[in-house]
């Protein structure tokens, strides 16, 4: 079941540039910081409201982010949905036809699972599924 915005996503060149420039703008206090090797980035995020923004740099030129950021520039680069389930809800989109970048989920910042949704089956939009960690 594919819930509410869990995050946003950002590609940006330069993390320490880009926390300063976030951090005037919603006078952010405190940023998580965090590496996932997995998608070779580093991310530091804060809380706007009841979205997380992350702010993603690449850690390595062939991570997919720094492919974006020379393809498209620096932006919105993925929006996630809070998913309850999400290997199953995975199996149902495939079945439905949509393509998907993660057919199983994967290890994402937060300890969430997290999995992509192919843009060119979601009107251009990269979306991930991110699945919270149950609480002990
Ligand atoms: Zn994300």
């Known amino acids: 079941m594919i819930g509410g915005v869990n995050h946003l996503g950002i590609a940006v060149r330069d993390l320490e540039k880009s926390m300063a420039l976030f951090q005037q703008i919603f006078r952010v206090e405190k940023f998580h910081r965090e590496t996932v090797a997995d998608q070779k980035v ?3 995020s804060f809380k706007a409201g009841e979205v997380l923004i992350e702010l993603t740099a690449p850690t390595d ?3 997919p982010i720094a492919k974006f950021i020379e393809k498209r520039g620096e932006g919105i680069h993925h929006v996630a949905f809070t998913t309850e389930g999400i290997n199953d809800e995975l199996q149902h989109l495939a079945a439905s036809g949509v393509q998907l ?3 199983t989920a994967q290890k ?3 300890d969430m699972m997290i999995a992509f949704l192919h843009p060119k089956s979601t009107n251009g939009v990269l979306m991930e599924l991110c699945e919270l960690p149950k609480k002990a």
């Open 42 to 44: 580093d991310i530091a």
């Open 61 to 63: 030129a062939d991570s």
């Open 101 to 103: 970048i993660n057919p």
């Open 108 to 110: 994402g910042a937060h």
